[in-house]
Each structure stands twice: as structure tokens, then as C-alpha cells.
């Protein structure tokens, strides 16, 4: 694994178009929320549009889950759209054109002489762009499937969390010492 993407360690926040030209920030996607963000090997390859299509299902969980999930693909928008439509994803992609994110990262994949292909990583991300788990697949299998990164985002919610079980005495005092401060300010 890149030297660059170790537990603990925050994430640059990159400034990148999608595949219709609109500019994001990895912080302004990420919002408050945790994020996976799928570091791609690029558009040409069938092993990356195979995970694509299996993050689908992880995708539907996210919009209730409170996490946000991102591609970023070695790739010009039109490569970009290319493989977000064959996928179909609806989620955000991003283009790394000029492999700033490749090469600020060092996951270049130097054994592909024909593409400016990346090292594939997927990454869980707390909040803040904080790393919390990366996983590399230069080998298919060594990509995650959507249970493992559930069970990633499990841990990290149940951390991040206070109120992760709202059955704990102590978390049911705290929010109704909140409610009664909220109900005394309003009054």
C-alpha cells in the first residue's frame, strides 16, 4: 500500500472536475459525513467496471447510511462518462486528467505501459478526509465488496458516534439534557 494512504492520515483535498466539467473538492463532497471514494484504474478496464457495478448496491445503502461515496479515475470526462454510464452509477465520479491525485498518491501503475492506469485503492473515510481503512486492488479480490466496507462503516459510526446505541443510559441522559436545553433556549 502507498506510504501515502495509512490509517490516520488526512487525505489532500483535491480539486477535481466531474465527468460533466463541474469543479468539487473531495471536503465539499464529503460534507459531515463519512465517504468511501473508489481510487480507480480507468475507464479501459474490465475489473474496475465489474466493482463499479458491485458498489451499486452500496450505493443505495449510503443515501440512508449518512455516507457519501466518490470515484476518481485516471481519465478525461469523456472516459469518465463513459464508464459511469456502462456501470450505471449514480454517484459522483471525478477525473483525475492531469493524474494529480496518481501522482500526489504514488499509485501509479507502472506494470501497464499502454494507459496512465492507477494502482486501484478504496478508501473509508471518517470525517475531515481522515483515513480509516485502505484497501488495494491491483488484484480484483483484493478490492472490497459492499458487506466489507458495511461492516468498515459499522466500526467507524460506532467510534465517531456518540449516539451509536441510543440504549445506553448514559447517551439517552446526554440527549435529554440537549432537549431541555433546547426547549429552555426557546422559551
Known sequence: MSAKLQPGMTLP????????????????LQGDDPMILL????????????????????????????????????????????????TPANWTYLCDENLEVQNTLAIDEYTDPHHHASVPHTLVLAPGLVIEKAYVGYWFFGRPSAYQLW???QALF??????????????????????????????
Not at 456518540?162 to 433546547?182: H, I, K, N
Open 151 to 153: 461492516e468498515d462503516l
Open 158 to 187: 460506532a467510534r465517531i458516534k456518540d449516539d451509536f446505541d441510543p440504549t445506553l443510559a448514559d447517551v439517552r441522559a446526554s440527549w435529554e439534557a440537549r432537549a431541555a436545553r433546547a426547549a429552555a433556549a426557546a422559551a
Open 39 to 86: 481510487l480507480g484504474r480507468g475507464e479501459h478496464c474490465p475489473r474496475e467496471r465489474q466493482h463499479q457495478r458491485e458498489m451499486i448496491k452500496l450505493y443505495e445503502w449510503c443515501a440512508v447510511g449518512f455516507t457519501k461515496l466518490v470515484t476518481v479515475l485516471p481519465n478525461d470526462q469523456h472516459e469518465t462518462y463513459k464508464l459511469k454510464i456502462s
Open 13 to 28: 483535498d483535491f480539486e477535481l472536475a466531474d465527468e460533466n466539467g463541474v469543479i468539487h473538492t473531495l471536503s465539499g
